[in-house]
């Protein structure tokens, strides 16, 4: 699960991401959708907009499509707080969670020091979707702040630019961006329930580390591990690190082999579509070898991040 607005079909273009799907995918039967508004699924309703609530159903609802009992979510950036209230909307469907470089919420607030000045993140919001805007933080602009260990990489500029366009319209994504950057989830956290691993990078100025440490002592019992590193992409610096820590968590092992890896990518519409949902097995000759079925969602089978 994430609040990035690039379509999850751009992810297999992007080596980084691709590989970290591939080797989630080794020790999971993993799915992946599109959110309202991104990619395949439906356009949301800019006249009413979208809820933290509203996006934890349509979550639900992918879970039925394929027929997924239980699942582990794992959630990042904004998505974190729509994991959250999934959990607790519905602890029956949810395993466990696992939760990367996310937040409960991300402008400070009293009593809560945590994240940026919510004037900041509001220029971000509303700058960023424009293309025709020029947003920057001391002199870095927003790929240098979110994936600073790609910055400098002209195959992953060209790339994120061309999705980021392509995965929503400015209004779109906008009401997004503006749904996960106003969620504030803190009232929730005492009630999850279900086993929870924290995972932040040190060194993250995106999404400040205090945001994971606050996640992790207010939610009961949850995991936390600090790790070094400042993307918050959790495919992008040292993601064999970060996998190491969500294997061992999901399955109580570390590292292994992804030579034989099935990939069920989810594709759906959300709302009320007519159109038949899209699934992508992404088989070992990686997303080249992609075959596509029409004929309903339950025809892909497996869960959503189940061991």
Same mark, same amino acid.
Do not use: K
């Given at each position: 699960?994430?609040?990035?607005?690039?379509?999850?079909?751009?992810?297999?273009?992007?080596?980084?991401?691709?590989?970290?799907?591939?080797?989630?995918?080794?020790?999971?039967?993993?799915?992946?959708? @599109?959110?309202?508004?991104? *990619?395949?699924?439906?356009?949301?309703?800019?006249?009413?907009?979208?809820?933290?609530?509203?996006?934890?159903?349509? !979550?639900?609802?992918?879970?039925?499509?394929?027929?997924?009992?239980?699942?582990?979510?794992?959630?990042? @950036?904004?998505?974190?707080?729509?994991?959250?209230? /999934?959990?607790?909307?519905?602890?029956?469907?949810?395993?466990?969670?696992?939760?990367?470089?996310?937040?409960?919420?991300?402008?400070?607030?009293?009593?809560?020091?945590?994240?940026?000045?919510?004037?900041?993140?509001?220029?971000?919001?509303? *700058?960023?979707?424009?293309?025709?805007?020029?947003?920057? /933080?001391?002199?870095?602009?927003?790929? !240098?702040?979110? !994936?600073?260990?790609?910055?400098? @990489?002209?195959?992953?500029? @060209?790339?994120?630019?061309?999705?980021?366009?392509?995965?929503?319209?400015?209004?779109?994504?906008?009401?997004?961006?503006?749904?996960?950057?106003?969620?504030?989830?803190?009232?929730? /956290?005492?009630?999850?329930?279900?086993?929870?691993?924290?995972?932040?990078?040190?060194?993250?100025?995106?999404?400040?580390?205090?945001? %994971?440490?606050?996640?992790?002592?207010?939610?009961? %019992?949850?995991?936390?591990?600090?790790?070094?590193?400042?993307?918050?992409?959790?495919?992008?610096?040292?993601?064999?690190?970060?996998?190491?820590?969500?294997?061992?968590?999901?399955?109580?092992?570390?590292? *292994?082999?992804?030579?034989?890896?099935?990939?069920?990518?989810?594709?759906?519409?959300?709302?009320?579509?007519?159109?038949?949902?899209?699934?992508?097995?992404? %088989?070992?000759? *990686?997303?080249?070898?992609?075959?596509?079925?029409?004929?309903?969602?339950?025809?892909?089978?497996?869960?959503?991040?189940?061991?």
């Amino acid at each position: 699960m994430s609040a990035f607005t690039i379509a999850t079909e751009s992810y297999a273009e992007e080596p980084h991401a691709a590989a970290y799907d591939r080797r989630l995918a080794s020790f999971s039967r993993l799915i992946r959708f @599109d959110p309202r508004g991104i *990619g395949l699924s439906d356009p949301m309703d800019l006249r009413v907009g979208v809820s933290v609530d509203d996006m934890a159903r349509d !979550a639900l609802a992918v879970l039925d499509a394929v027929g997924s009992v239980r699942a582990t979510l794992i959630a990042d @950036d904004g998505a974190v707080s729509v994991a959250i209230a /999934l959990a607790t909307m519905a602890p029956e469907r949810v395993d466990r969670l696992v939760l990367v470089n996310g937040y409960a919420r991300i402008t400070t607030a009293d009593g809560y020091p945590h994240g940026h000045p919510p004037d900041l993140v509001a220029s971000f919001v509303e *700058g960023n979707v424009d293309p025709g805007a020029v947003w920057s /933080l001391d002199g870095a602009d927003d790929r !240098a702040l979110i !994936a600073p260990s790609l910055a400098d @990489d002209p195959a992953f500029a @060209d790339w994120w630019t061309r999705s980021s366009r392509r995965g929503a319209s400015p209004t779109q994504a906008l009401s997004m961006l503006r749904t996960t950057t106003r969620a504030d989830v803190r009232d929730l /956290l005492d009630r999850v329930s279900v086993p929870t691993l924290v995972i932040h990078r040190r060194d993250n100025i995106f999404t400040p580390v205090g945001c %994971g440490r606050y996640l992790s002592e207010s939610i009961p %019992g949850a995991t936390y591990v600090e790790l070094p590193g400042s993307d918050q992409p959790p495919w992008a610096g040292d993601a064999d690190m970060l996998l190491d820590e969500i294997q061992d968590f999901l399955t109580g092992r570390r590292g *292994g082999s992804s030579e034989r890896v099935l990939t069920t990518v989810l594709f759906t519409d959300i709302v009320d579509s007519t159109a038949a949902p899209r699934c992508w097995a992404i %088989g070992p000759g *990686g997303p080249g070898s992609r075959i596509t079925t029409r004929s309903s969602a339950a025809s892909c089978g497996g869960t959503a991040g189940t061991r």
